[in-house]
């Protein structure tokens, strides 16, 4: 706001200097009159176009604004309180009010109304009123009080502004921990405590198996085996988990989504013996190991929920690529059971069951979308996953 009156200042100087220069006496008093519109001049056009640079200062040395009072007013008293300077002169209480406040603001009013009155005083007419004397001085007034109140609103806003800045770091601090922690129950959810699951499972067979009356040692070799794969894997996925969370995400490796998904869909059908077919083009297809890595985990969680809940004795994975719209899609779809009616996310969490929502949640992470619901024709339950891809870049002209 200081940057525009001393923007004003300079148009109304500029206006101003020839009538000054002109009604200056010969001599001295000229060379006095144009040493007052340089220094005004440029020290209006120095602080409008680098207010950064020099406002500081400013603001530190109140005597500098003094001192261009003091030269404005010999251009005043030359040129006539009758020219633009007079705007120049109600400009300066203003400055005052919105850098030192209502005390520079009552300092520099006082000022300039004694200096109005004076160049008032120098006019060859004597037929001046009262009321006309005092009017300029009673704008001076006026401006100084205004200056004041915006210093104050300005400082209000800033102090305010700050407060929403810090309110606004706090939630977003806020939300980051809560997106940490909901990413943090996802992975506990679907890795380890899935695993330490099976763990439990399997040490429970074993436990079975070597009550028996008369135990079979190459089936509680089998078990026991289980058991130890199981929790090695356990350790692994502890180790990633810990290893995600102490290092950045590198985004630039890729990984073949199709070939992976494969490999795990041929895992889980030897690991749990349920009968389980793939569908894929042949071709490969890289997407960035964080995509990758949602949506392999959604496929797991999904596969395992057929095993463990809906009583599938089949599963059928199929991945497509959609050219036209550039969109992948991931079915899984089981011939069980199916969803209880009703089934919603909000009852899926108040109820504690968290697979169908770290499923939503992975999917919405990746820019993915997802459908839950009753396979077409067979019945069961299908998870059908979208992911929108980047159109191939053509290829650059060749040079001719």
């Known amino acids: 706001m200081c940057r525009q009156v001393f923007g004003f200042r300079l148009a109304m100087i500029a206006l101003a200097a020839p009538a000054a220069l002109l009604n200056a006496n010969p001599g001295l008093g000229t060379r006095l009159v144009g040493a007052a519109v340089v220094v005004t001049f440029m020290v209006s056009y120095a602080l409008f176009r680098d207010w950064e640079r020099f406002g500081p200062l400013l603001l530190r040395h109140p005597t500098l604004l003094a001192a261009d009072t003091l030269f404005g007013s010999l251009l005043l ?20 009010g919105i850098a030192y406040s209502w005390r520079g603001a009552a300092v520099f009013a006082s000022l300039q109304s004694l200096i109005l009155l004076l160049a008032q ?3 060859p007419h004597t037929h001046t009123t009262a009321a006309d004397m005092l009017l300029l001085p009673g704008f001076c007034v ?26 606004r770091a ?7 921990i809560s997106e940490e922690r909901a990413r943090l129950a996802r992975e506990m959810h679907d890795s380890v405590a899935k695993t330490l699951h099976g763990v439990a499972l399997a040490a429970e067979g074993l436990a079975a198996s070597a009550a028996a009356r008369t135990p079979d040692p190459a089936l509680l070799k089998q078990q026991a085996e289980l058991v130890a794969r199981a929790a090695r894997r356990a350790v692994t996925e502890s180790r990633e988990l810990v290893t995600d969370l102490r290092s950045n995400p590198d985004p630039a ?70 050219p036209d719209h550039h969109v992948l899609r991931i079915s899984v779809h089981d011939d069980g059971r199916g969803l209880p009616p009703g ?14 929502v770290g499923m939503v949640e992975r999917a919405e992470s990746v820019g993915a979308r997802i459908h839950i619901g009753e396979g077409a024709g067979s019945g069961g339950t299908e998870v059908l996953v979208e992911l929108p891809l980047a159109p191939p870049t053509p290829p650059s002209p060749l040079p001719l």
């Open 121 to 123: 005083a120098t006019l």
């Open 142 to 167: 006026i401006t100084g009080a205004v200056g004041s109140t915006l210093r104050n609103l300005l400082l209000r806003f800033g102090t305010a502004t700050q407060a929403l800045t810090a309110m």
């Open 253 to 322: 490796p890729t990984t073949d989504v199709l070939e992976e998904l494969a490999t795990r869909t041929r895992d889980f059908s030897s690991r749990t013996g349920l009968r389980s077919t793939y569908r894929a083009p042949a071709h490969p297809l890289a997407v960035p190991h964080g995509v990758a890595r949602q949506l392999l985990t959604i496929t797991e969680e999904a596969m395992e929920n057929a095993h463990r809940h809906a009583r599938a004795t089949h599963i059928d994975v199929t991945a497509d690529v959609d």
């Open 343 to 356: 089934t919603t996310l909000d009852e899926l969490r108040r109820s504690g069951h968290f697979g169908l």
């Open 170 to 176: 706090r939630l977003a601090v806020t939300e980051a």
């Open 77 to 96: 008293i030359s040129a006539g309180p009758d020219t633009t300077l007079a705007y120049v002169s109600v400009c300066t209480p203003l400055l005052a």
